[in-house]
């Protein structure tokens, strides 16, 4: 198992991937245990309801899994300072996403969709897994944020990559309103975050925390 994962990203970048894994799934999904209970703020302003529901945007939300997986895979093989500073400051994002998730939920009202097309049925089934809570910051931005901002230490690839990324991520955003997923302030506050977390990992240097992990499960 260990040999087939270094075909597809480095050693060194298991520990990295794994707890953010962990990390998600605990802030996504686990804080619902939670607040499902608790009282939610709508956080909808007069642009994001003048914001039309475009289903066919759905399309860009789902190929975001697509960008997030490949994007990691990148940076995690670009070595292991680029692996452990843009993961690091994730982990920072992602941990702030869990507080804010518990001390502030979100939700938002949803458009009835009426329409029969295939956006329109891929838009309702989204609905349908994917409850509208947890919105504050956007995960769904958070992730394409870094995975733009991670692109920029790539070398081993062409400088048109992190163009393509830098508007796939854009299209992204504009993905989470148009199809009604999430507000403004939702974006907003994923960027804030990320940069944030890029900010202090640099200062305080949070990629320590990969490198003792990987010191201490490496004996």
Same mark, same amino acid.
């Given at each position: 198992m260990r040999h087939k994962l270094q075909?597809?990203?480095?050693?060194?970048?298991?520990?990295?991937?794994a707890t953010l894994l962990a990390l998600n799934i605990l802030t996504y999904n686990g804080?619902?245990?939670?607040?499902?209970?608790?009282?939610?703020?709508?956080?909808?302003?007069? $642009?994001?309801?003048?914001?039309? !529901?475009?289903? #066919?945007?759905?399309l860009i939300y789902l190929l975001a899994f697509v960008q997030w997986i490949s994007g990691y895979m990148i940076i995690a093989r670009e070595s292991r300072e680029v692996c452990y500073y843009i993961f690091s400051a994730e982990m920072f994002a992602k941990l702030c996403c869990l507080i804010i998730f518990f001390i502030f939920p979100t939700t938002l009202v949803r458009p009835e969709i009426t329409g029969t097309g295939f956006f329109d049925r891929i838009c309702s089934l989204v609905y349908s897994l994917d409850a509208a809570d947890n919105l504050f910051p956007s995960?769904?931005? $958070?992730?394409?944020?870094?995975? !733009?901002?991670? #692109?920029?230490?790539?070398?081993?690839?062409?400088?048109?990559y992190k163009w393509i990324t830098l508007i796939f991520?854009?299209?992204?955003?504009?993905?989470?309103?148009?199809v009604k997923q999430h507000v403004l302030l939702d974006m907003a506050g994923a960027v804030i975050l990320v940069e944030t977390g890029l900010?202090?990992?640099?200062?305080?240097?949070?990629?320590?925390?990969?490198?003792?992990l990987e010191k201490r499960f490496a004996r």
């Amino acid at each position: 198992m260990r040999h087939k994962l270094q075909k597809i990203i480095p050693e060194y970048s298991f520990l990295p991937v794994a707890t953010l894994l962990a990390l998600n799934i605990l802030t996504y999904n686990g804080t619902r245990l939670i607040t499902g209970n608790m009282h939610h703020y709508d956080i909808t302003t007069p $642009l994001d309801t003048a914001t039309p !529901f475009v289903p #066919a945007f759905i399309l860009i939300y789902l190929l975001a899994f697509v960008q997030w997986i490949s994007g990691y895979m990148i940076i995690a093989r670009e070595s292991r300072e680029v692996c452990y500073y843009i993961f690091s400051a994730e982990m920072f994002a992602k941990l702030c996403c869990l507080i804010i998730f518990f001390i502030f939920p979100t939700t938002l009202v949803r458009p009835e969709i009426t329409g029969t097309g295939f956006f329109d049925r891929i838009c309702s089934l989204v609905y349908s897994l994917d409850a509208a809570d947890n919105l504050f910051p956007s995960i769904h931005c $958070l992730e394409s944020w870094v995975v !733009f901002r991670g #692109a920029l230490y790539v070398k081993k690839l062409p400088g048109w990559y992190k163009w393509i990324t830098l508007i796939f991520s854009l299209l992204v955003f504009a993905s989470t309103v148009l199809v009604k997923q999430h507000v403004l302030l939702d974006m907003a506050g994923a960027v804030i975050l990320v940069e944030t977390g890029l900010f202090l990992s640099k200062k305080l240097h949070f990629d320590r925390f990969f490198i003792v992990l990987e010191k201490r499960f490496a004996r």
